[in-house]
């Protein structure tokens, strides 16, 4: 498959806000990049014991636990708005505080090996929607947190910023 998962948004399918994550994935087909950043994901974060997956940097900072929760969060909320957009829903997506969701995400209660399936899991089924859809759907617009977005840029949105969070836990939490 190529076309529209080989090229990256523009500017104007998202967000100004996104742009540091856009930017942080590599050239290619970013569905070929999401499954190859599942295996690498998973084997980073699977070296993690319990306690440094509860631990924080800082007393203000989230614990790895609560990290890959908000990775998590935020994956489905996007493939969810993929998912809407893809189908021609025109019905405009709330935003979300992605501190409430940590907040009230009970992570710290989760084991790490539940956590690190779940990453599986959701990942396998981006992947799945993502690869299900046609060159027409990519390239479709709608509104989320009151702002254009395609979904081609979803699809970047999520590689980026898991990314974008794993650059922080190599340098914060695993360096």
């Known amino acids: 498959m190529g076309g529209m998962r080989n090229t990256p948004p523009q500017a104007a399918e998202y967000a100004a806000y996104y742009v540091k994550y856009v930017s942080l994935v590599p050239p290619g087909d970013v569905v070929e990049h999401l499954a190859r950043q599942a295996a690498a994901t998973a084997a980073l974060l699977g070296g993690v014991d319990e306690a440094k997956a509860a631990g924080r940097p800082a007393e203000d900072k989230w614990s790895l636990k609560e990290v890959l929760g908000h990775i998590l969060d935020t994956e489905r909320i996007m493939a969810y708005r993929a998912l809407r957009i893809a189908r021609n829903d025109a019905t405009p997506l709330p935003s979300f505080e992605q501190d409430d969701y940590v907040r009230f995400g009970s992570f710290q209660d989760r084991a790490w090996s539940d ?55 190599r340098e914060k939490y695993l360096g």
């Open 115 to 169: 956590l690190l399936e779940e990453y599986r899991t959701v990942r396998a089924a981006t992947v799945s929607l993502l690869r299900g859809l046609s060159e027409e759907a990519w390239v479709r617009t709608g509104t989320a947190s009151g702002n254009p977005v395609t979904v081609r840029a979803l699809a970047w949105i999520i590689a980026g910023h898991e990314l974008h969070h794993l650059n922080i836990v």
